[in-house]
């Protein structure tokens, strides 16, 4: 009975995921604004290329981007027991930034050398928050994790913004800045072959552990005493999702909120136990990344940045949440 | 006496050039009883029950369950035998006290596997034999402080292990919930569990213990029964303070001694 419940919520909201995903292929400014008739496809060459090589690639991968940040964050809120963290954590989001910089400035802007550094650098900014959180004497895992994470982030940040005062402001400036702002204006279907195996492994390697990553949000002597191999469960968890999450940052730019915010309301939703509320956050996290970009490539004649936008909804869907319903976060352990 | 668990000549301190927190202790665990450890605050009680969890690994000396030690046992098949109720348990999501307490089968599934109805028919026996089936839906971070610890210890009883290690069960407990944890503990070890649980109250552990394990400043200052160990000199040494033991219809109380 509880294993029937569980599947019928999430085909449902597979349904639903698929739905919006064939909506959104509609949804443009070509020809004119807001809605491109069906019928259109059969008639008009230019819909039919339009559809197939732009907005195709770029909905998918707006899906892989939205579930990689809706179960980085699942996970990391489990493994490190706080509700309030999200991918951005952990150097990982300033690492792929500062990546991406240094290829724009010096390697060239080919999208493969953009997505490469980046992806190089996330991982860089993980591998050192862990190494340097091991030299720290003082503090559990999670506090030692927390404080190099910061640092690491702090300083990949500080140099962002030095090559961002070095950059040409005639050439180099306007693309940095774009990319940093966050976008999938320019995602093609090569893009999205380049992120697929990343997001898939993160996607099934989550989904596949869903009813064990509960056990690494209880103490650590609880959950060491349940059989857990905490050390090598963490890594493997934390490898997979944030190797997608660099991937997906090098061909999307940062894109906040939908890591901190998407789990939440799933766990609303759907209940603490992440059998459920994970793979459902992946769904609604899709969906939402897929909506919040037909917003910004349709609401004006411009792109607006995606993660102006999800950070925007992100915010004030938190507001809304922690005075209407209230955040709960316990800190007694 | 059956011994099922044994640590000997235990050293163990947390940092290299930290002092030791426990020094060459030994200990027997008679099986199928409940021992109480008993001894101040900061005497390393919690590190004790860890040590014999598997948890932390003594610098020195050997951990034995039913006579093999900690090494010849995978880390599943320890889960299967220890469970463990710690003093502290925050729950930073707010799982469902079924879900909650399901967690306890995690040592009888393999990695990728998910609860199945067995599993799900243990949990709700262990839920009835706490007496806390009607909370199965209820969250766990809004019910009271003694119905937590009946679910804390629900979880261990799905994890179906011979031993329960308990860290400071009845702290911060009323009366009538210490009596209900306790009594519980007791009527397991009847049925053949071994239980081990630390507390720095000595009536609690009267109340509970077959056999008694007073610890001071990481050593053993006595072992045995209630009545070689529950002196008033051992308590008012360990304890620093001047305490009365009393023996009224019987029964044995622990009460400080007025000057």
Known sequence: MRKENISRTLLLLGLGVLVVLLGSVF????????WLPPK???????????????????LLTALLLGMILSAAGSILQMIFRNPLVEPGFLGVSQGAAFGAAVSILWLGSHPLTIELTATFFGLLGLGLSYLISTRIRYGGWVLRLVLSGVAVSA??????????????PLTELPELTFWLLGGLYSVTWRDFLYV???????IFT????????NLLSLNDDTAFSLGASLTRERIILLTVTISATAALTAISGVIGWVGLIVPHISRRLFGASAEKSIPAAMLLGGAFTMIADDLARTLLPGEIPLGILTSAIGAILFIYLMINIGIKVRRDG | MDKILSLENIHFRYYPDDPNVLSNLSLEIPAGKVTAILG?????????????LGLLKPLEGVVKVSGKSHKGYSRRELSQMIGLVPQFE??????SVFEYVLLGRSPYLKPLQLPGSEDVRITEEALLAAGIDHLRNKPVNEISGGERQLVHISRVLTQQTQILLLDEPTAHLDLENQNRILSLLKQMSSLGNTAVLTTHDPNAAIFAADYFVLMNRGKIAAQGNLDTVITAENLSMIYRTPIRVEHTNGYTMVVMDKH
């Open chain 1, 27 to 34: 949804i443009g400014r070509y020809p004119e604004p807001y």
């Open chain 1, 40 to 58: 259109l496809l059969g008639e008009d060459q230019l819909a039919r290329q339009l559809v197939l090589n732009l907005r195709l690639p770029r």
């Open chain 1, 155 to 168: 300083l990949f940040s500080a140099g962002v913004g030095i090559l961002k005062y070095i950059a040409d």
């Open chain 1, 196 to 202: 697929l195996p990343f997001a898939l492994a993160g």
């Open chain 1, 206 to 213: 989550v989904y596949a552990m869903r009813w064990r990553v």
């Open chain 2, 40 to 52: 101040p605050n900061g005497t390393g009680k919690t590190t004790l029950l860890h040590i014999l």
């Open chain 2, 90 to 95: 925050s729950i930073p999501f707010n799982f």
